[in-house]
């Protein structure tokens, strides 16, 4: 069973920074994709950021465009997400996704149907 571990989410004031970690584990994992996605209260799950595993193309929300990053640690089998400039409105639940399934596109996917397995979550509060 694939596992993937969030952590790094808490409490920051408005233009402060997180890095949220996502850590993959189990038995032998290959991931085609990774993502980041959220939800605030009341609101559907969103795309946040992605990455191709193969050839490393990332792709971003327009909302977080120019403020998150997007990356990864090869060997220690984690993606990471970089969180600059932070707003109240990026207020939310995280989840950290992975696609395990063949996968042929240049962009990463941006659906919550595309991923395979999913992390528990880890809280993100910005203060105004």
């Known amino acids: 069973q694939v596992q993937l571990v969030e952590s790094g989410g808490g409490l920051v004031q408005a233009g402060g920074s997180l890095r949220l970690s996502c850590a993959a584990s189990g038995r032998t994992f290959s991931s085609t994709a990774m993502g980041w996605f959220r939800q605030a209260p009341g609101k559907e799950r969103e795309f946040v950021a992605g990455?191709?595993?193969?050839?490393?193309?990332?792709y971003y929300a327009d909302s977080v465009k120019g403020r998150f990053t997007i990356f990864r640690d090869n060997a220690k089998n984690t993606v990471y997400l970089q969180m600059n400039s932070l707003k109240p409105e990026d207020t939310a639940v995280y989840y950290c996704?992975?696609?395990?399934?063949?996968?042929?596109?240049?962009?990463?996917?941006?659906?919550?149907?595309?991923?395979?397995?999913w992390g528990q979550g880890t809280q993100v509060t910005v203060s105004s």
């Open positions: 990455l191709v595993w193969r050839g490393g193309t990332t």
């Open positions: 996704a992975a696609r395990s399934s063949y996968y042929s596109g240049v962009r990463p996917p941006t659906g919550v149907r595309q991923y395979d397995y």
